[in-house]
């Protein structure tokens, strides 16, 4: 993201620790609409509720709508839509500590594809965090051995496919603006919820009650309980993304990117005290050092 003339560290502080708090409460929401309603539904519902949105964003000077290069940012919605879909599909089936910290290992991602796929030198410093990270990663997932069970690489796939997308904005869209990259990936999220309808339509797949049948779930009416929950998300994520762009034109990148890991304490704070949700001292201790290994990439890399 471009930064403004002006800048002030301090607001863009605040804005994205008041961004990521957001993002913290309504991501929670996901379990309660997975309840009722399927992940390609939701998609579907909640980009025809940000376009206008969106569109607004652009009426009030936040950005054109209009791609510079249509191709690459094609490309980059559809990786960074593959990111979410993942994610979205962990918070329905493990708790939002462990979905986060999966989504979390797009840094040590992009440091990687940077330095195997691009040629990029890195330092000690920044192998050091990625290592680090990677053990905080199995701190908050705790995978078992005897019994592995591959839903936990569900959010590890969303990170790998969000860094994807993060290398194709730095490289490919870098003089695009925000509400276009928004936009188009919300539009992203929405085609690929419509094409999963279409596809459980064609071929009806038995979906278990409850979250465990987020995925498999068709379409379902009426959805009046799960409506409340998308506005949410709805309003919600396009709130955050105002404030998460401000936050970006105001401060200099690579440190306002540092607070982006208080979502990692929002999220799971706000699903403990509402939802009940457990986080033992291990993800804890997970969580702080992923959060460290992000941080050390970030402004390393800045």
């Not at 993002?23 to 309603?37: K, M, P, Q, Y």
């Not at 991602?109 to 330092?123: A, D, E, K, N, T």
């Not at 199995?138 to 994807?164: E, I, S, T």
């Amino acid at each position: 993201m471009q930064a403004s003339s002006s800048t002030s560290p301090v607001s863009a502080s605040i804005l994205m620790v008041a961004a990521m708090a957001i993002l913290g409460v309504i991501d929670n929401v996901v379990v309660l609409l997975a309840e009722t309603i399927g992940l390609w539904q939701f998609q579907l519902t909640r980009t025809l509720m940000m376009l206008p949105l969106i569109g607004a964003m652009s009426l009030i000077g936040l950005g054109g709508l209009r791609p510079q290069r249509l191709g690459a940012v094609i490309l980059r919605s559809a990786l960074v839509a593959t990111a979410l879909m993942f994610y979205f599909s962990a918070l329905a089936l493990m708790p939002i500590a462990q979905a986060l910290a999966g989504l979390f290992t797009s840094p040590m991602f992009v440091l990687l594809i940077s330095s195997l796929g691009m040629g990029q030198r890195i330092g000690i410093w920044r192998i050091l965090a990625v290592v680090v990270g990677f053990v905080g990663i199995l701190c908050v997932l705790q995978p078992d051995p005897q019994d592995f069970d591959f839903n936990v690489l569900l959010p590890v796939a969303g990170g790998f496919f969000y860094a994807l997308g993060a290398v194709t904005t730095r490289h490919m869209c870098a003089g695009e603006s925000t509400v276009v990259l928004l936009g188009a990936l919300v539009i992203a999220l929405g085609l690929a919820g419509s094409a999963g309808l279409i596809g459980l339509a064609a071929f009806p797949v038995e979906a278990v009650n409850g979250p465990a049948g987020f995925v498999t779930r068709g379409w379902v009416w009426p959805m009046s309980e799960a409506i409340p929950w998308v506005v949410v998300q709805a309003v919600g994520s396009s709130l955050a993304v105002f404030m998460l762009i401000k936050a970006y034109q105001l401060g200099e990148p690579s440190y306002v990117s540092v607070f982006e890991y208080s979502v990692m304490i929002f999220g799971p704070l706000f699903a403990w005290a509402a939802l009940g949700q457990p986080v033992g001292m291990m993800q804890v201790v997970g969580i702080a050092l992923i959060a460290m290994a992000g941080s050390v990439i970030a402004l390393r890399s800045g």
